[in-house]
């Protein structure tokens, strides 16, 4: 029992050293403290105690206790091995040995040898079982004094370290008390962000002690970021750079000589081959920087085995765990979930972080305390993310061939391209979709998440470098041979910049149009697919495909492409602030740049009438509507698969249905259906 208990006090101290390759623990069950090893290691010392108190007490009784050490000593008479001719003493009971005397067979009388014979066989019980608990205390004692001086533990390195969300709170303690994540499978309404939490990891972890100075959602907001910029790059935003934020550079490029296989392959972005979204510029570069030990690992995203669009965030440490990160993954990503497993890679000091505006502000607030020697940052641009299934929402009306989807993006031809997997039914694997073709109405909510409506980092300010799409213009070639734009924005950006330049196509780059009179148009469109009041289906298909050609000739190009994709950006998400925080909120959590912007378009009220509430024509209430009476049934009712209106259509408040007309639209009307797997619960209005 006292080797079985060091053995497993010794199991525990490595678990909680990190010593053995375990996997890791789910949230709540935490590895065994030293306190844990400390009292498994006073519970090896009690059978100790009792040993010993059992065999100098009553050599009768330890003899009986442990008749295999007494028959094991050498000093003992033959008899002792032959129970045969064992000789009861004058107590005896049938079947039971009384003393050492009474074992061998010898004298039962004062000054005899009996103490002396009993003396060696307490030590020979007695010592192997003191060894083993005493060893068990020392090695207790040593490790867990180790462990609060250096106050770092050690670890078998896993080479990658893989962070499914699920096991993305674990983290070794350093130092206490130490705060606990949020625990998996939590609603979304219980973080501290509640509707408006963009799931970026960090809350999953101890860092959540952090959550209200780092939290891109939380009192200061968005607004945040300003002051952030000119502790990251040395300067704030000059009044030209607006749009762009804090850049050395901004350029066009494209990666003419990939490092990698880029042949298309059946399992999308599985692989450690295979084509990028685009042409891998951001993928190349983090492979340069880990080659050329720039950094010693890099935080990215891979694909969950199961779904290619659901992200599985990693510490990748080698250039396949790179390249099976490549391609977009558009639905919230906890990459800040593998930032706790820092402490228990001691040899990472230097790191490489890939990710979007709001997780690159939550990784500047907490910067100081990953204990990082460098920290590099590329970021990428991000507009309209969302959850899972409002990605699927958005592909099932928006392609032919969903399930075969790898990719796709909103281009300047005001056209949404979308990339298949080799061997689909679409020609080519390539498919592309005019705007104007897709259902507003039905998909003005479900797809795109609250927090990314009150986004105001698309450009992502804070990162070193940023790879984008938004100020090209349309090339007339696939995603996978199109050039990206590029924003170096400091010293650490263009030290990446330089490391791939020699295997890039460099371009300058495009500017040209007047977005100013089509950014209030799209915001109206907008807003009226918001409350249900849009077109309830797309113009004919011959329509759809002429709006995008007469607008590449009369609409902006290039940089002020990019600029009008802002501006609208940065107006329909203040509007929706407004609505759902509350006026003074918003204004705190909106940054003064785009407060500049919001009133350049506001100077003759044109916003301020857009906050009055509206009519809502959709079947649940939204953020700025006025709110459906109790027990109201009605409104516009979708199919999953078209978007196509099948309910509703006819709004009239219930005090105003009489007669024949009520029982009327009561068969025509149908009640609101419950969440599907595809849609997002109803909004709650204000």
Avoid at 488 to 517: C, H, W, Y
Avoid at 669 to 679: G, K, M, S, Y
Wanted: charged share 20%; proline share 9%; glycine share 8%.
């Amino acid at each position: 029992a006292s080797f079985a208990s060091f053995v497993f006090s010794i199991f525990c101290m490595a678990s909680q050293e990190r010593l053995l390759p375990l996997q890791p623990l789910p949230q709540g069950h935490a590895p065994y403290s030293p306190a844990t090893c400390g009292a498994l290691a006073l519970v090896t010392l009690s059978f100790c105690c009792t040993a010993l108190y059992l065999g100098s007490s009553s050599p009768a009784s330890f003899a009986y206790v442990q008749p295999t050490v007494t028959a094991s000593a050498s000093m003992l008479t033959p008899a002792v091995r032959n129970p045969v001719h064992l000789r009861a003493g004058p107590h005896a009971q049938p079947g039971r040995p009384q003393s050492i005397a009474a074992l061998g067979g010898l004298p039962e009388t004062p000054g005899a040898s009996t103490p002396r014979v009993v003396s060696d066989a307490v030590g020979l019980g007695a010592i192997p079982t003191a060894l083993w608990a005493f060893a068990g205390v020392f090695t207790v004692a040593v490790v867990a004094v180790w462990q609060r001086w250096s106050r770092r533990p050690s670890m078998m390195l896993l080479d990658p370290i893989d962070v499914a969300p699920q096991w993305a709170t674990m983290a070794v303690e350093t130092e206490p008390p130490r705060s606990q994540g949020i625990k998996p499978g939590t609603p979304r309404e219980r973080y501290p962000a509640k509707e408006l939490c963009s799931r970026c990891g960090l809350c999953d972890t101890y860092l959540i002690a952090h959550v209200k100075e780092s939290c891109a959602f939380i009192g200061d907001g968005m607004s945040k970021c300003e002051s952030l910029e000119e502790q990251v790059h040395g300067r704030g935003r000059r009044e030209d750079e607006a749009y762009t934020g804090v850049a050395e550079e901004v350029l066009y490029a494209r990666n003419a000589k990939p490092s990698w296989d880029i042949t298309p392959q059946p399992d999308g972005y599985a692989s450690a081959k295979g084509t990028p979204q685009w042409t891998g510029i951001v993928t190349q570069m983090a492979i340069q920087m880990l080659e050329t030990g720039a950094v010693d690992a890099v935080v990215c995203v891979q694909s969950d085995p199961e779904d290619r669009f659901t992200p599985k965030p990693v510490v990748a440490r080698t250039v396949e765990d790179i390249i099976a990160s490549k391609g977009v993954k558009p639905s919230y990503s906890p990459n800040l979930s593998v930032l706790a497993h820092l402490e228990a890679l001691p040899d990472v000091k230097k790191l490489l972080f890939i990710g979007v505006g709001c997780q690159v502000q939550a990784v500047r607030s907490i910067e100081k305390y990953l204990g990082l020697e460098e920290l590099y940052i590329i970021g990428t641009n991000c507009a309209d993310n969302g959850p899972r299934d409002g990605l699927q929402k958005f592909l099932d009306v928006a392609s032919k061939s969903p399930d075969t989807v790898i990719g796709y993006e909103f281009m300047q031809d005001y056209c949404v391209h979308i990339k298949h997997l080799p061997g689909s039914p679409i020609e080519n694997d390539y498919e592309i979709i005019p705007y104007f073709s897709l259902p507003s109405n039905y998909l003005a909510h479900g797809v795109i998440g609250e927090p990314c409506r009150s986004c105001f980092d698309y450009t992502n300010g804070l990162a070193d470098i940023v790879v984008g799409y938004m100020g090209v213009p349309y090339f007339q070639t696939p995603m996978t041979k199109h050039p990206q734009y590029v924003t170096v924005r400091n010293a650490r950006g263009r030290q990446m910049f330089d490391l791939i330049r020699d295997r890039l196509e460099v371009m300058p780059t495009v500017d040209s149009g007047n977005r100013k009179p089509f950014v209030l148009q799209t915001l109206e469109a907008d807003d009226a697919a918001f409350f249900g009041k849009g077109p309830p289906t797309g113009p004919p298909p011959f329509v759809a495909n002429l709006l995008p050609t007469i607008l590449q000739w009369i609409g902006p190009k290039g940089l002020e492409f990019g600029r009008y994709s802002l501006d609208y950006h940065y107006l329909r998400n203040w509007l929706y602030c407004v609505r759902n925080m509350g006026r003074e909120q918003a204004e705190r959590h909106t940054p003064d740049f785009v407060k500049r912007i919001v009133a350049s378009y506001n100077t003759n009220g044109e916003l301020d009438r857009m906050l009055q509430p509206q009519e809502n024509v959709h079947a649940f209430d939204v953020p700025g509507a006025v709110p459906h009476p109790p027990g109201w049934t009605g409104g516009l009712q979708y199919d999953e698969k078209t978007g196509a209106v099948i309910g509703g259509g006819k709004y009239m408040a219930s005090r105003e249905r009489q007669g024949a007309e009520a029982a009327e639209d009561s068969a025509y009307c149908v009640r609101c259906l419950p969440a599907t797997p595809h849609q997002q619960p109803p909004l709650f209005a204000i």
